[in-house]
């Protein structure tokens, strides 16, 4: 007896509607995701209990390392550009537009006035290498305010809304933070926020 052949047939699968749940997916991601700035410094936040979060907006972060060297950035990057108008109209630092949208585009700044032209004319790699041997001054000019109050002077003048937040590494001396909070406490900038990792309490 022959055998019965079983007539087959293709099975179609509508793969659109999955389609369009990708695209919805990847459409939120992209809206709601916030990028975080390549810092050419890293720094290892030391642990802490607190949940408080640091605002993402308006916020003027200064980073200080652990061989205590200070940087700055700002998530506005219109307002970068005010603040160092303001910065070079004082110390007469005459920069191209070029310089300036160096500067604009890089993450984060930390360089005193008497360099910046020349740091802003290398190439990206090479600014990227230079910054970690730099640093903005906090040591007072003819006993007057430190380019880092200066710059801090400038955020606020530009945003007064503006809310500061201290990124430092765990193995930054102690006296370096103190330093750059006294700087802080004697311009009247006594709220900010440290940056920290979290860390569970015991028997969380």
């Known amino acids: 007896m022959g055998k019965v052949k079983i007539k087959k047939?293709?099975?179609?699968?509508?793969?659109?509607?999955?389609?369009?749940?990708m695209v919805l997916l990847l459409t939120f991601f992209m809206l709601t995701s916030t990028f975080v700035k390549n810092e050419p410094v890293k720094v290892?936040?030391?642990?802490?209990?607190?949940?408080?979060?640091?605002?993402?907006?308006?916020?003027l972060n200064i980073l200080v390392d652990k061989k205590g060297q200070v940087f700055m950035s700002m998530d506005n990057q219109a307002q970068m550009l005010d603040v160092l108008a303001g910065m070079t109209g004082q110390f007469?630092?005459?920069?191209?537009?070029?310089?300036?949208?160096?500067?604009?585009?890089?993450?984060?700044?930390?360089?005193?006035?008497?360099?910046?032209?020349?740091?802003?004319?290398?190439?990206?790699?090479?600014r990227s290498e230079e910054?970690?041997?730099?640093?903005?001054?906090?040591?007072?000019?003819?006993?007057?305010?430190?380019?880092?109050?200066m710059w801090v002077d400038q955020a606020f003048n530009v945003n007064s809304d503006i809310k500061?937040?201290?990124?430092?590494?765990?193995?930054?001396?102690?006296?370096?933070?103190?330093?750059?909070?006294?700087?802080?406490?004697?311009?009247?900038?006594?709220?900010?926020?440290?940056i920290t990792s979290y860390k569970k309490q015991e028997g969380e």
Do not use: C, H
């Not at 047939?9 to 749940?21: G, K, L, R």
């Not at 290892?44 to 916020?59: C, L, R």
């Not at 910054?131 to 007072?140: R, V």
């Open 164 to 194: 500061l937040a201290i990124k430092a590494d765990e193995n930054t001396p102690y006296k370096i933070i103190k330093k750059v909070m006294s700087e802080l406490q004697d311009m009247s900038k006594n709220r900010y926020y440290l």
């Open 9 to 21: 047939s293709d099975v179609w699968i509508d793969m659109t509607p999955m389609s369009d749940v």
């Open 92 to 126: 007469g630092v005459a920069l191209t537009g070029e310089q300036q949208k160096r500067f604009q585009k890089d993450p984060m700044w930390g360089v005193s006035m008497d360099k910046l032209s020349a740091y802003l004319n290398l190439e990206d790699t090479q």
């Open 44 to 59: 290892v936040t030391p642990g802490s209990v607190s949940e408080i979060k640091v605002p993402e907006k308006n916020v």
């Open 131 to 149: 910054l970690k041997n730099q640093g903005i001054p906090t040591d007072s000019i003819d006993g007057k305010k430190s380019e880092f109050q």
